[in-house]
């Protein structure tokens, strides 16, 4: 592994690490992580596919991880007159500075969450640059409490202190996903089935944070924003699209949501939309009990669509 500091054209550092396989790579894969999560949480899915011969490159976004210390910026903080297209060019900058140095290999998408997100406004506007998208943990955006949320949002940014968590807004959009769980005794339980993954995302002091009131209010544009029609039609006709979800869920809304994504897409004539589902699995499929039988079908798919 080898990390890289790279400076966006704002000025912003982001933290990013590399990491090759032994012998020549066969094509590159870019990694976004999710909300109040970091990059080093991947490792697991990062040394598998390096041993399929995998060239991996993974960024901390805005207000995570190690970029969030390197800028002083609180967990849950964006920085000054952030948009959510700003976590999208970060995005086309880090994925350019690596084709950069490897410009013979094919690039692979994956964004997990509010990477999926960001997945998905990229390919609307930088989607000629890479060869295939994964979008794990996506959903769809909630007109009706999404436009409540965000009118919130944009009241309470203006009245809270910068770089405050917002309790109110995280109660909010999180508070009942664990209650379809609650016989795990964990607020965290709807990320993941697998017992040791949760307690090691609860003990991290880089993950489980309260985000401000600008976070929500940034992400909740970008979840209005990727679903316009006319930005989805941006999106190369001939990309090929994989989404991957556990039938529980919450942020796909038990996969209803992964599928009216999948559907959005169709219409938007999208010619290669692959819909993955795994039953009983729930938010982070990279991290749940089953994960290998999911690191699995990912590179079965990737090989399929090469």
Known sequence: MKVNWIEMRDGTLLYST???PADTPKAHVHLIHGLAEHSGRYSQFIDYLQAYGYLITVHD?????????ENKQRYGYLGDHVSFDHLVDDVFEVIQFYQHAHPELSTTLIGHSMGSFVGRRFIQLYGNSVNQVVLSGTGSNPKLMGYIGGVLAQFREKR????????????MVFGKFSKQFSDDNSSFAWLS?????VKAYVEDEACGFVPTAQMFRVLLEGMDKIETPEWLRN????????????????????AKGVWKVAKQLVKAEQQHVTVQLYEEGRHEMLQE???????NNIVGWMNQHE
């Open 18 to 20: 590399i990491h090759e």
């Open 61 to 69: 976004q805005r207000g995570h991880g190690r970029t969030a210390i």
């Open 160 to 171: 809270l202190p910068a770089q405050q968590p917002d309790e109110l807004l995280n109660q």
């Open 193 to 197: 089935r697998e017992q040791e993954s």
């Open 235 to 254: 999106i190369p006709n001939e990309l090929p699209i994989l989404l991957l979800s556990g039938t529980d869920d919450p942020v796909g809304g038990r």
């Open 289 to 295: 009990i089953n994960r290998f039988e999911v690191f």
